[in-house]
Each structure stands twice: as structure tokens, then as C-alpha cells.
């Protein structure tokens, strides 16, 4: 069983689309987070959720959007996709916010913005 | 705002050589975890060093934690072909703050 799991795995779409990426946990944790992987590999936190609640907003245009139905589940919608926007994202999770706990990855989205 | 730097961004080694990666803060840190991120794959949790001048090992891998808690270095011995990848650090300043990544080393192993 996958622990952490994204769909889809690889995204192409043009400049302009919307396009929504999934990401489900089967851990049981209380905490998920997103983060933005470009090119040179650097991994930078864009949104962190804690039981529902949205608790890490990074500088992040306000055309990503993240969703979190349940604490299982932590989508991500962007709008408006631009060429920048290329990159990895990976979803994690982690049992609590405010502790020591390690995070665990999802197999991560490649998109790209055409 | 808390910084994480890593050094070097990227380093090539033939098989069998020694290989390390050093972390540092602009701040003191509750903890520091280490991450291996395989080419394709996704970064997976190594370690975790709580304690002032901390050492541990896991096979041929040794991590430390500066004695100030404001460094911490990777060493891999001998490395191998299976040791490709990229390897983070990420600490904590705070227990209840988040987890800042530093920059990460690729690793490249000659055979």
C-alpha cells in the first residue's frame, strides 16, 4: 500500500489552462504539506496543512490554491498556469505540526507548462 | 528568517571514495533531519539528531550534529554506485516551528 500517493504523476498542459493536482495519505497523519521542486532541485515549502487547517502559506501567487477535505486528503489547484510554474510538486505529510516527527513524500507531479 | 545552507551543491566522486556534505544554520536548531532523494525518485527520511555533538551511523553513512547546534555534516565511506542521489538537510529551529530544507547536494559516483 502507498503511503503517501499523487495523481497524476505527470501533468503537460499549456500557459493559461487551470489544473488541479491529488494527494492522499493513508498514514494517518494529521499534517500534509506541498512543496515546489525546480530544476536545480531546491525543495521550497509552499502551503502546510494541520488537521484541516491551513498553517504555512508561503509567497505563493494566489493563483495555487490548496484544498483540504479531510486530513487525509490535500489538493492543489493552480490557475493560470505560467511557464515558471514547471517543476516537481511533491505532497508530504508528517504525524503532528509542533513536533520531531519525520515527513513522508509522495512519488511527486511533474508538471509542465508548455 | 531561519536559513538552512548546504555545501557543496554538487560533488563527483569515483566509487570508493569518501564523500561529505556539510548543513549550516543561521540559527540554533531543536533538531536536524537528513533526506536521500534518488534521481526519478522522492526524498525519504534518514535520520534525525536531537543532541548537542550527536553522532550516529547507519552503515557506511555518519551523521553529526555540531556541538552548538547550528551544523550538522553527512559522511558517506567508501561510497558506492547506490549512493547516487541528492541529500538534504532540513532542520527545525523550534519545536513548534517548521522544517526549513537546505539547498541539497547532488551526489555523482563514478564507477
Known amino acids: 500500500d502507498t503511503a503517501v500517493s499523487q495523481t497524476p504523476k505527470y501533468l503537460v498542459t499549456q500557459m493559461g489552462n487551470d489544473k488541479s493536482i491529488k494527494c492522499e495519505q493513508n498514514?494517518?497523519?494529521?499534517?500534509m504539506y506541498w512543496y515546489k521542486q525546480d530544476s536545480k532541485k531546491f525543495l521550497k515549502i509552499m502551503f502546510s496543512?494541520?488537521?484541516?487547517?491551513?498553517?504555512i502559506n508561503e509567497t505563493v501567487p494566489n493563483r495555487f490554491s490548496p484544498k483540504s477535505p479531510d486530513k487525509a486528503h490535500l489538493n492543489l489547484h493552480i490557475n493560470s498556469l505560467e511557464l515558471g510554474d514547471s517543476a516537481v510538486y511533491f505532497c508530504?505529510?508528517?504525524?503532528?505540526?509542533?513536533?520531531?516527527?519525520?515527513?513522508?513524500f509522495g512519488p511527486g507531479t511533474r508538471l509542465t507548462v508548455t | 528568517g531561519q536559513q538552512v545552507m548546504q555545501i557543496p551543491q554538487y560533488q563527483h566522486v569515483q566509487e570508493g571514495e569518501d564523500f561529505t556534505t556539510y548543513c549550516n544554520s543561521s540559527?540554533?536548531?531543536?533538531?536536524i533531519q537528513w533526506y536521500k532523494q534518488r534521481p526519478g525518485g522522492h526524498p525519504v527520511f534518514l535520520i534525525q539528531?536531537?543532541?548537542?555533538?550527536e553522532v550516529k551511523k547507519q552503515k557506511r553513512l555518519t551523521f553529526q550534529f555540531g556541538e552548538a547546534k547550528k551544523n550538522s555534516s553527512l559522511h558517506i565511506t567508501a561510497t558506492q554506485t547506490t549512493d547516487v542521489g541528492t541529500y538534504f538537510c532540513?532542520?527545525?529551529?523550534?519545536?513548534?516551528?517548521?522544517?526549513?530544507f537546505g539547498e541539497g547536494t547532488q551526489l555523482t559516483v563514478n564507477p
Open positions: 532540513a532542520g527545525r529551529e523550534t519545536s513548534g516551528s517548521r522544517l526549513t
Open positions: 539528531l536531537v543532541k548537542s555533538g
Open positions: 540559527t540554533t536548531l531543536s533538531n
Open positions: 508530504a505529510s508528517s504525524w503532528q505540526w509542533a513536533s520531531s516527527y519525520e515527513q513522508y
Open positions: 498514514l494517518g497523519h494529521d499534517t
Open positions: 496543512y494541520n488537521n484541516k487547517e491551513l498553517i
